[in-house]
């Protein structure tokens, strides 16, 4: 039996559709910056995505565009300039910078009330001290309603994160101990001793690994939750020159009780997040 398909884009369309409300109440339209350094193409790829996320829903974004070869000051001037418009009110500096350029400084100047992507100290301090009513890292967050909407008990079940990132594994783990989701958690990461192990004791696997299709079916309890946060490019013979691959093997379908696809699964609520991050930032600033 295959296992049941978690819809993160039915789960996205749904969280969309509740935000509808609220931005009519809040009379002017929220606003968006994204801030994008270089030419990373799937950057673009996602920004695009956000882009029109917001158009779908009547937030007003300005996207800004700097060169890859921008200068640390010139980035932290626009951060600041941002932070100083009153008419802006979520600000997103997309993730990677360019090599050598410090990542966590320039999160660190965003106006916590405005870190739509919820990485700010303030704001991850905050979810570190149980207080999920803040803004939230986008994807971890999109995880845990993609998890609760597809009816997935996790109270004292095992969960495993597959990696340990600031952008999505160390978050995830936090917010899957919250009081409420009541997970016993298990970070695994590069130096895990068998880590497949570790998998198949798991009732739920949260892989941010990006490797694509490290978790194979051996590695998953039957009946568990599989959810995918991976994008990988690999590169192939197709006209693109490549297609994208999860972290997940596709024939864990097979052994899994439920699992988000790639695409279709994560990604788009990452952006529905995004979405709900701005609407939040925006009634806490009015
Ligand atoms: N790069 C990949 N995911 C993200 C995200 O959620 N936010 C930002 N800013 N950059 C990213």
Redesign the pocket.
């Known amino acids: 039996m295959g296992a049941t398909l978690i819809d993160g884009k039915a789960c996205a369309a749904a969280v969309e559709s509740g935000l509808v409300s609220r931005i009519a109440a809040l009379g002017a339209a929220p606003h968006l910056a994204v801030v994008i350094v270089g030419d990373d193409p799937a950057?673009h790829v996602?920004v695009g995505a956000k882009e029109r996320a917001c158009e779908r829903l009547g937030i007003r974004s300005t996207r800004i565009d700097l060169p890859v070869d921008t200068p640390f000051d010139d980035v932290v001037a626009t951060v600041e300039a941002l932070n100083a418009d009153s008419d802006v009110n979520g600000i997103?500096?997309?993730?990677?910078l360019p090599d050598g350029m410090d990542e966590i400084a320039i999160t660190g100047l965003i106006d916590p009330i405005k870190d739509v992507?919820g990485?700010h100290a303030e704001n991850l301090g905050r979810l570190v001290q149980g207080d999920t009513t803040g803004l939230l890292?986008?994807?971890p967050a999109g995880v845990m309603r993609m998890l609760e909407w597809a009816g997935v008990n996790l109270s004292g079940k095992n969960a495993v994160v597959l990696g340990r990132s600031r952008?999505?594994g160390m978050p995830q783990a936090l917010l899957l101990a919250q009081k409420g989701a009541d997970a016993t958690v298990t970070i695994a990461h590069s130096r895990t001793e068998d880590i497949a192990s570790v998998c198949r004791d798991a009732d739920v696997i949260i892989a941010a690994v990006g490797r694509p299709e490290m978790v194979r079916p051996d590695w998953v309890k039957s009946g568990s939750t599989v959810i995918d946060v991976g994008v990988n490019r690999v590169e192939d013979e197709s006209e693109k020159g490549y297609h994208l691959s999860g972290d997940v093997h596709a024939d864990v379908v097979d052994v899994a009780g439920a699992m988000s696809p790639v695409p279709g699964g994560v990604g788009p609520m990452?952006i529905a997040m995004?979405m709900e991050n701005t609407v939040r930032a925006t009634e806490m600033q009015r």
């Open positions: 950057s996602y997103l500096v997309q993730s990677p992507d990485f890292p986008c994807t952008i999505v990452t995004l």
